[in-house]
């Protein structure tokens, strides 16, 4: 478990804690996750990401074995840097790092 990084909205109590390192939410909820952590556009993204890949995986059985791999990958690389994305969020909504 890695450490946490705490941001603190100005002029408000509310204090959020986000981990550093990977994000196991994130690789295997994809979008749901980011939804979860109101990150509306990370989340569009993923979900449309998510079905042109599924969407690729119907066009023969060549195309599905690289849409499994690419989906795959695609969770490792939302696993790995999901957390930078909700810290990144956060700080454009006026958090601040304590």
């Not at 939804?35 to 569009?44: E, R, T, V």
Request: charged content about 10%; aromatic content about 18%.
């Amino acid at each position: 478990m890695g450490a946490r990084i705490y941001l603190h909205y100005p002029g408000n109590e509310d204090t959020v804690a986000v981990p550093t390192g990977f994000s196991w939410g994130a690789c295997l909820l994809g979008f749901m996750w980011a939804l979860s952590k109101k990150m509306w556009f990370a989340a569009f993204v993923m979900l449309g990401i998510s079905v042109i890949l599924f969407c690729s995986g119907l066009w023969g059985e060549t195309a599905d074995w690289i849409g499994t791999v690419l989906g795959v990958l695609f969770s490792i690389g939302c696993g790995v840097y999901g957390n930078q994305w909700h810290r990144w969020t956060l700080e454009k909504r006026g958090y601040v790092v304590l």
